[in-house]
């Protein structure tokens, strides 16, 4: 798992960095069906949003349908607040929540951009894991609150039934 602290000034050569491994095949797997992120979840700090692909990379995709690192950036500004950290799920299934309390620690007003390929299962099953192990919010609630705010619902049963039988 990638995950960055970052400030401003370093979010667009770190989210770069992670494109040293781009696979071409994202296009093909109907990423562009899918907006390109949500709004932050009510009352939190996550943002959840599609894989970002960096200008130099999407210059073949049409201009209405990319989603670069520079707009994830800026979409953060438009929610009136800063990208402080971004969390990669694109090539794992794991993260640490630790790594989320120390973000919130150090930036308590930032925003935690968190991406898997199109921004809904496992990034609707970390958000809601968070949300429901650590916030003690009751699964339904996490599940439809991201829905909400990502504009899509979790698709695979298996997160959704794994998320409703906690708590």
């Given at each position: 798992?990638?995950?960055w602290q970052?400030?401003?000034?370093e979010?667009?050569s770190?989210i770069r960095h992670?494109?040293?491994r781009?696979p071409?095949?994202?296009?093909?797997?109907?990423w562009?069906?899918?907006?390109p992120?949500g709004?932050?979840l009510r009352?939190?700090?996550?943002?959840?949003v599609?894989?970002?692909?960096?200008?130099?990379?999407?210059?073949?995709?049409?201009?209405p349908l990319?989603?670069t690192?520079?707009?994830l950036?800026?979409?953060?500004?438009?929610f009136?607040s800063?990208l402080?950290c971004?969390?990669d799920?694109t090539?794992?299934?794991?993260?640490?929540?630790?790594v989320i309390?120390?973000?919130?620690?150090k930036?308590p007003t930032?925003?935690?951009?968190v991406h898997?390929?199109?921004g809904?299962?496992?990034?609707?099953?970390?958000?809601?894991?968070y949300?429901?192990d650590?916030?003690?919010?009751?699964p339904?609630?996490a599940l439809?609150?991201f829905?909400l705010?990502r504009?899509y619902?979790?698709?695979r049963?298996n997160?959704l039934q794994?998320l409703?039988s906690r708590?």
């Open positions: 798992m990638l995950i970052l400030t401003f000034t979010c667009r770190t992670m494109w040293t781009w071409t095949s994202i296009l093909a797997n109907g562009v069906d899918y907006k992120l709004a932050p009352g939190t700090w996550f943002l959840p599609k894989l970002p692909i960096p200008w130099h990379k999407s210059q073949h995709i049409p201009p990319r989603f690192e520079t707009d950036i800026e979409a953060c500004r438009y009136g800063q402080v971004v969390i799920l090539y794992t299934n794991y993260y640490d929540p630790a309390d120390e973000v919130r620690e930036f930032g925003l935690i951009a898997c390929t199109h809904i299962n496992r990034t609707g099953y970390l958000i809601c894991r949300l429901i650590h916030l003690d919010w009751p339904e609630d439809e609150e829905a705010a504009g619902g979790i698709e049963e997160f794994d409703r708590k």
